[in-house]
């Protein structure tokens, strides 16, 4: 897919940090419905990328261009990575990172959270903690917890099935991904979402894929059945891991994408 141009913005968190973002104006026509009830400056989409991955990655840049169909967009490079200031705490402190994004769109309509993996750990918190600045969120491979994705032998079991999967293997060599970014402390105070949910004021979409390895799906299903209310689940059967489920299943990612944001969902 061929990238719009963005522009590149950043914003100061409530605990000092400057962190960096682009944005994408969103498109009226193309792949648009008239009458679409998710227009222009009424909708920003917030697009959270997941472990070791920044905004400028692949395929970040590709699913931003396919929320443009939706909304504006930003993208945030979390503290720690790209060009975001400090050190990336896993889950503890990301979340702060999302809030000076909220308030600079108070001014939309629609205010929507997409995360990625632990993008949607980050994107949970955000909403749970500024539900008055939060329309929606939509969870793709949502995690309890890194700890919970660690006992369960994610990594390893994620690494094995590359391992033995050419095609998973050919997809991976594509995403970029960065494991040396500015480290923090991977065992800071997080709470576990499968609680956290349980005070959640706003709607929630979730999707999952049958085969991920990394977060298996029984993680996601244990947030989604402790949510009280608005909630809807989706699973791709044959799809692995967050952004995998776009770049391997995009007709059902998209279609995902098109029922959560119109409300079918």
């Known amino acids: 897919m061929t990238n719009r141009n963005f522009e590149e913005m950043f914003f100061k968190t409530s605990d000092g940090l400057t962190v960096a973002a682009n944005f994408y104006s969103g498109n ?13 400056k009424n909708t920003l989409l917030i697009l959270s990328p997941g ?47 999302l809030e000076p994004l909220l308030k600079w769109g108070s001014g939309y309509k629609k205010r929507i959270l997409v995360g990625l993996s632990l993008g949607s750990y980050h994107s949970l918190r955000a909403a749970h903690a500024w539900p008055h600045l939060v329309t929606k969120v939509l969870l793709v491979s949502c995690p309890t917890s890194l700890e919970d ?24 060599l594509k995403v970029d991904f960065g494991l040396f970014f500015r480290w923090g402390n991977p065992f ?10 349980t005070g959640l004021k706003v709607p929630l ?61």
């Not at 009226?28 to 222009?40: D, E, F, I």
């Not at 395929?59 to 503290?79: A, H, N, Q, S, W």
């Not at 994705?149 to 991976?172: C, E, H, M, S, Y």
């Not at 059902?252 to 119109?262: I, Q």
């Open 28 to 40: 009226l026509g193309k792949g648009r419905t008239q009458g679409s009830p998710l227009q222009g």
């Open 51 to 97: 472990f070791a991955k920044f905004k400028d990655a692949y395929p970040m840049m590709d699913i931003c261009e396919e929320l443009t169909k939706y909304g504006d967009v930003l993208c945030v490079d979390f503290r720690g990575v790209g060009k975001s200031e400090g050190r990336y705490s896993f889950g503890g402190s990301e979340y702060l990172d």
């Open 149 to 172: 994705v660690l006992l369960t032998l994610g990594p390893l079991r994620q690494g094995f099935a590359i391992a033995t999967d050419w095609k998973f293997i050919q997809n991976r």
């Open 188 to 197: 800071s105070k997080k709470p576990n979402l499968k609680w956290l949910v």
């Open 205 to 265: 979409s979730f999707l999952v894929g049958g085969k991920d390895r990394l977060v298996a799906k029984f993680l996601s299903r244990k947030i989604y059945e402790r949510a009280p209310h608005d909630k809807s689940w989706t699973e791709i059967p044959e799809g692995n891991h967050s952004e995998f489920l776009y770049l391997e299943q995009p007709v059902m990612f998209k279609g995902w994408l098109r029922n959560s944001l119109s409300g079918q969902n």
